[in-house]
């Protein structure tokens, strides 16, 4: 059976209906992830931070569907809300066509801007080549990377998380045997772990299609419908704080790459993609909780149920701020172990890793609640607002840090730029929060 999103969640009843959630988003890092690893530990450096400078290009695309899905799924569950299910589903329909057609088309065009923005990004020679080859691989299985994104959230909007959890779960395992199988088994390299992703990213992307074609027992059906270019439009307005995210995040990336290139060579690219595949896992956490409630939230507003939008606003808050600091203790434990998992066999590299890591991990006290304030109001169908914190969060904030403090207290202080701009966003967040509470009914008494 569907939950049920009418009733009251207590905050054990809130993390258990975003769990699946969590778990979906932690599977969808897992392709990366589990890339690095088998390429850091058999196909060496070089191969390893070519993943790492072509992997933004691969998520600014993909970012497309995670937009749609998440500005669309606020939509689908507002108008439940409302209580009209035959034009939710109509909605739901052509979101999910409209990003299979959008996702084709993102392909062809990324295959062709791979060998460019490889270039632009700063690799050359034998990088430049592996970066291409992985790139080109991956975007064969854009479309149904999009699609993952989007059935993301719209099996949470559905009432069916723990189904779109499993989905993921058996989309993570086929990628990492397939690691295993082409790069360490076969010694395909670089383009085994390219080729495991794609297949990972079907089973992901294209299973849930099957699904919701059928009859099922979920909130949501794919039927017969219309173009909505409206519906469309206003997704992706209301879904464009999630791809600022990504499309800000890449840049970011890139940028720092760029200056660590510049600063520290191919090792500080290397520590930078370790930490950022921790990173990918914490920040799923807080994704994934706001991918799990955002459509109540979204429910709640259409019905204009005051009193249950400030319980789940509360306790929301309540969770980013003791996930905070949870994950900051974990990383300063943890910090010389994943160091070691990654790079242990390269003893100055690991040592810069671990180092850069401990520092790096003070982003994570106040992350979420500058995340939480940006996927509240893409909830509450105020896409413009979420973006500008989004772009301010991702892009302004930590860009200027990462170019700004190495000017001026030298080469190590680039890994203080992500805690740096996480303490301007949260502030930001806080004040946004405050002024439109009462606007919104989410801090009324």
Known sequence: MAIDMRQHFSIGALIRYSFPSVLMTIFTSIYTIVDGLFVSNFAGTTPFAAIN?????LMIFGGAGFMIGTGGSAIVAKVRGEGDDERANRYFSFLVYATMVIGSVLALIGMLLVR?????FGAEGQMLELCVEYGCICMISLPAFCLQWAFQAFFVTAGKPHIGFA??????VTNIVLDAIFIAGLGWGLAGAAWATVVGEFVGGVTPLFYFARRNSSLLKLVRTKPEMRVLGKACVNGSSEMVNELATSFVTIVFNYQLLRLMGENGVAA?????????IFAAVYMGFNIGTSPLMSFQFGAQNHQEMNSIFRKSIGFMACAGVA????SQLLAGVVA??????????????EYAFKIFAMSYLLMGIGMYA????????????????????????ETSMVIILPIFFGADAIWYATPVAEVLSFIIGVIFILALGRRYGYMRN
């Open 340 to 353: 070691f998992i990654y790079t242990g066999y390269d003893p100055e590299l690991c040592a810069l890793t």
């Open 327 to 330: 994950m900051f203790l974990l």
């Open 272 to 280: 930078y993609g370790v930490i950022g595949y921790v990173f990918m």
């Open 53 to 57: 400078l072509i992997y933004p290009l």
């Open 167 to 172: 989905v993921i779960v058996c989309a993570g």
């Open 374 to 397: 940006s996927a509240l109001f893409t909830a509450l169908n105020n896409g413009l607002i979420s973006a500008l914190l989004s772009f301010l969060r991702a892009l302004v904030f």
């Open 116 to 120: 460019p923005a490889s270039v632009f």
